[in-house]
């Protein structure tokens, strides 16, 4: 049984589908203060926002291009007890449906010197999230503190004041190996990204696109919580009787991408946009499209099940690495239909 001590997952991350206005209002039925919100069209298309409690309202940055942090003024005005408010119709638009992904840190952040470089941190360590913004020095190497108590598995990592793209380690990639969230990039040798992330800190060499004396960065940092979040690879199998992943929950959000091969897109899949199998209904954090069909995946009381006989995340021998959140925990070892 893959216990854990979240009795609840949607109190730290939670899906949230609504219809835009194009003016002001608040989005509600979060079932929690969000400390980071992703969201895009489902419609039509549209640039991925992310949205977050330590850079504040209306600073927006986007996951499908390199582009700097973005002051806006008519996009999320606050963060809510029970979701988020809109100052205008940015991410918005009247008529337009969206969906937004939340997750709860804590807060606004506070000052972090654990590592070389001092770091503002919103960490919540029951459900192992943080966000971790810093100031480059130009050092090399230099250590950041991540506030999480216990060693990150995933970091998603952007450079705010300037165009360099998303950098994001995996545990599950080669050593001193990332990929990009804003291009299909199989996954490539990057020195300036220490891969020796710690319970306390993570590394970064001076002089490089992630450590500029004086620019400004964001990272969005996961630790794997056993029965609410879990970070692996799986090799895929090319048969419609695909691959099983085993995440010891239920999922409600699945993002993954084959790791080795260039031009294959990001993917996400949630339980709230598709309320029973097939998970057809995918977005790509890395383009601008709206919603695409497409039975990739069932999910399952344990786990998830790939149903397509090859494709991007199922081809015979390709290595896909995913990171999902739970929608039910507590759950036994057969992979048995939950829904």
């Known amino acids: 049984m893959a216990y854990t001590t979240i009795k609840k997952p949607s109190d730290y991350f939670n899906t949230k589908l609504y219809t835009g206005t194009g003016s002001s209002t608040s989005i509600t039925?979060?079932?929690?203060?969000?400390?980071?919100?992703?969201?895009?069209?489902?419609?039509?298309?549209?640039?991925?926002?992310?949205?977050?409690?330590?850079?504040g309202v209306n600073k927006l940055i986007n996951t499908n291009t390199g582009s700097a942090e973005a002051s806006i003024s008519n996009g999320i005005s606050s963060f809510d007890s029970d979701g988020f408010s809109f100052s205008g119709d940015a991410y918005n638009t009247s008529g337009y449906t969206f969906v937004g992904w939340n997750w709860k840190a804590n807060g606004a952040g506070s000052a972090n010197t654990d590592g070389d470089i001092a770091s503002t941190v919103s960490a919540n360590t029951t459900s192992g999230f943080s966000i971790v913004q810093y100031t480059g020095n130009g050092t090399s190497p230099s250590t950041v503190g991540h506030g999480l108590g216990t060693?990150?598995?995933?970091?998603?990592?952007?450079?705010?004041?300037?165009?360099?793209?998303?950098?994001?380690?995996?545990?599950?990639?080669?050593?001193?190996?990332?990929?990009?969230?804003?291009?299909?990039?199989?996954?490539?040798?990057?020195?300036?990204?220490?891969?020796?992330?710690?319970?306390?800190?993570?590394?970064?060499?001076?002089?490089?696109?992630?450590?500029?004396?004086?620019?400004?960065?964001?990272?969005?940092?996961?630790?794997?919580?056993?029965?609410?979040?879990?970070?692996?690879?799986?090799?895929?199998?090319?048969?419609?009787?695909?691959?099983?992943?085993?995440?010891?929950?239920?999922?409600?959000?699945?993002?993954?991408?084959?790791?080795?091969?260039?031009?294959?897109?990001?993917f996400i899949q949630d339980t709230t946009r598709n309320t029973s199998n097939p998970v057809s209904a995918y977005l790509r954090p890395n383009l601008s499209n709206a919603e695409g069909i497409f039975s990739h995946y069932d999910i399952l009381s344990n786990g998830f099940k790939n149903l397509y006989a090859g494709g991007s995340l199922n081809g015979s021998g390709r290595n896909i690495i995913y990171m999902a959140f739970a929608e039910q925990p507590l759950v036994g070892d057969n992979p048995a239909t939950a829904r």
């Open 29 to 55: 039925g979060v079932g929690f203060q969000p400390d980071l919100v992703y969201t895009t069209s489902r419609s039509n298309s549209y640039n991925n926002g992310m949205f977050d409690s330590v850079r």
């Open 151 to 266: 060693t990150p598995s995933m970091i998603i990592l952007k450079a705010l004041d300037s165009a360099n793209g998303w950098k994001v380690y995996h545990k599950s990639l080669s050593t001193n190996n990332i990929l990009f969230l804003h291009t299909t990039d199989a996954q490539t040798a990057d020195s300036n990204y220490h891969h020796s992330p710690n319970n306390s800190t993570f590394t970064i060499t001076g002089g490089s696109s992630i450590n500029v004396n004086g620019n400004r960065y964001i990272a969005y940092c996961f630790a794997e919580k056993q029965g609410f979040s879990k970070f692996g690879s799986y090799t895929g199998n090319g048969n419609a009787d695909g691959t099983f992943v085993y995440t010891g929950f239920k999922p409600a959000f699945i993002l993954s991408k084959d790791a080795d091969t260039a031009g294959e897109n990001w």
